[in-house]
């Protein structure tokens, strides 16, 4: 199994800049394409980024594309979610995820694709 712990969460102001990261430990020999997904209060979790495990392909949704830069460093087993330009409606817990193998491009975004789940980390931006 894979487990996953997110940190960097917080509260900033409307414009502002956070960044998250994701540390995988356990079965991670495989390698692991990783994706970020965030909920919002009354929403579903929803796709926001991921990065592949061959090549580091990105793909990130529509709301967030120009303002979030997914990275990974395998070393350390470590995925980034840099998050500029930050606005109210990027207010939610944010959520890291694992597959084990080769994810990239659109198809990425089903979450039902990903097996390993963070516990989430909370970010609240304010207007």
């Known amino acids: 199994q894979v487990q996953l712990e997110e940190s960097g969460g917080g509260l900033v102001q409307a414009g502002g800049s956070l960044r998250l990261s994701c540390t995988a430990s356990?079965?991670?020999?495989?390698?692991?394409?990783m994706g970020w997904f965030r909920q919002g209060p009354g929403n579903e979790r929803a796709f926001v980024a991921t990065?592949?495990?061959?090549?580091?392909?990105?793909y990130y949704a529509d709301s967030v594309k120009g303002r979030f830069a997914i990275s990974r460093e395998s070393a350390r087993n470590t995925v980034y979610l840099q998050m500029n330009s930050l606005k109210p409606e990027d207010t939610a817990v944010y959520y890291c995820?694992?597959?084990?193998?080769?994810?990239?491009?659109?198809?990425?975004?089903?979450?039902?694709?990903?097996?390993?789940w963070g516990r989430g980390t909370q970010v609240t931006v304010s207007s």
């Open positions: 995820a694992a597959l084990v193998g080769h994810c990239s491009g659109p198809g990425c975004r089903d979450r039902r694709l990903f097996t390993s």
């Open positions: 990065i592949a495990k061959i090549g580091a392909a990105t």
């Open positions: 356990g079965r991670t020999n495989a390698g692991l394409s």
